[in-house]
């Protein structure tokens, strides 16, 4: 049972968190989700981990995604765990929120300051990050090739107030012990960021202490030995997944997570003369009057604004009554799964 443990702690879970399998029930994460089927690292037997494409069975209590425990009975899912954070975003296609990855503890936002900082794209995946439920850490890139990034550090920790913000470099190296400290073992990181900010070569620079995950991987014709892409077991112990399809800045996120993006705005609209004064040219606003006396940049404002209505155009586009009576389905579902399964 320890080694199991063992193993189950390099997928990423925390020691000392409940076990979620019992009997003949096998522990495993999905790494990548491939249409209807689900690409599962787990432990048929003992400790030595495998890699096996199950199709999805359709009454799983939850559709799987990238970084899932799931639990294997008679040789197929048949339970999704509970989730402790989800990241998730307004689905391309249809009218409703896509949850991209599951359990992760640390997101880093990443993005580049050898061309100036974008503090739009900051704010906007604070915002995302803070209503997953995961830690947010800053992680600016490409400090080799700016003079002087010290300005871009304070503009990154007034953007995001408490976020941590870590100054990094692919190149000279910087940063990169402060980023494996936070990676330890029973931990899973993932990286946001716009394309070309460098989240490949941060992944490369800090591997230089890891190795991918490498298992066992039955497909029918046998075994054979390969690496998943997806979910990197780093030397420092914890796990990074890589998922190249959560690099959409889409937004959606609850009022809460918007607040603790800017809890400099919140703070200034307990003084505000309504409750609930949208800062807009509204009679005693506390927020609009910080602006004019160069208490709170105005960029910031122009911000908070333009995030708070993108969302609330996520939230028309998608239905919440459809959303609402899906959940209700889940919350069933996992309640007779539990049932029938112990
Ligand atoms: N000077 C400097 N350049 C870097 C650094 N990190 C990445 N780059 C360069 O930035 C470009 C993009 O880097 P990638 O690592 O591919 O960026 P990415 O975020 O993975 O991009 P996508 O895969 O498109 O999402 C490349 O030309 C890198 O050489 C760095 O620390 N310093
Ligand atoms: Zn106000």
Redesign the pocket.
């Known amino acids: 049972m320890n080694q199991l443990l063992d193993g189950l702690t390099s997928l990423g879970w925390a020691s000392g968190t409940p076990l979620f399998f019992s009997g003949a029930e096998r522990p495993g994460r999905v790494s990548v989700v491939h249409g209807p089927s689900i690409e599962v690292i787990w432990f048929p037997y003992d400790a030595e981990a495998e890699t096996t494409l199950f199709e999805l069975r359709r009454d799983l209590n939850l559709r799987p995604v990238a970084g899932d425990w799931i639990v294997i009975d008679g040789g197929e899912p048949v339970r999704v765990v509970p989730r402790r954070t989800s990241l998730s975003r307004p689905d391309p296609n249809e009218r409703d929120i896509q949850v991209l990855a599951a359990n992760i503890d640390t997101v880093m936002i990443?993005l580049?300051i050898?061309r100036g900082l974008n503090l739009k794209n900051l704010e906007r995946l604070s915002v995302m990050v803070w209503d997953s439920g995961a830690d947010p850490l800053i992680v600016l890139?490409?400090?080799?090739?700016t003079d002087d990034p010290g300005p871009m550090v304070d503009e990154a920790q007034a953007a995001a107030p408490g976020v941590p913000v870590v100054l990094?470099?692919?190149?000279d190296g910087r940063g990169l012990d402060e980023l494996r400290s936070r990676m330890g073992a029973g931990t899973t990181t993932t990286m946001l960021?716009?394309?070309?900010?460098?989240?490949?070569?941060?992944?490369?620079a800090l591997e230089g202490h890891a190795e991918p995950v490498r298992e066992v991987r039955r497909d029918g014709q046998g075994r054979h030995t390969t690496t998943t892409r997806k979910l990197y077991r780093l030397g420092i112990g914890g796990v990074l997944l890589d998922l190249?399809g959560i690099?959409s800045l889409d937004l959606y996120a609850s009022d809460a997570a918007v607040e603790e993006t800017f809890t400099d705005i919140a703070a200034l609209a307990e003084h505000c003369r309504f409750r609930d004064c949208a800062h807009d040219g509204d009679e005693g606003c506390a927020v609009e009057a910080a602006v004019a006396a160069g208490e709170l940049p105005e960029r910031r404002l122009h911000s908070w604004h333009a995030i708070r209505r993108e969302m609330a155009y996520q939230s028309r586009r998608s239905d919440p009554a459809a959303m609402a009576a899906q959940r209700q389905e889940w919350k069933r579902i996992t309640k007779a799964s539990r049932k029938a399964g112990r």
């Open positions: 990443v580049p050898d890139t490409k400090a080799d090739a990094t470099s692919a190149v960021g716009p394309s070309g900010v460098g989240k490949t070569s941060l992944l490369n190249p690099r």
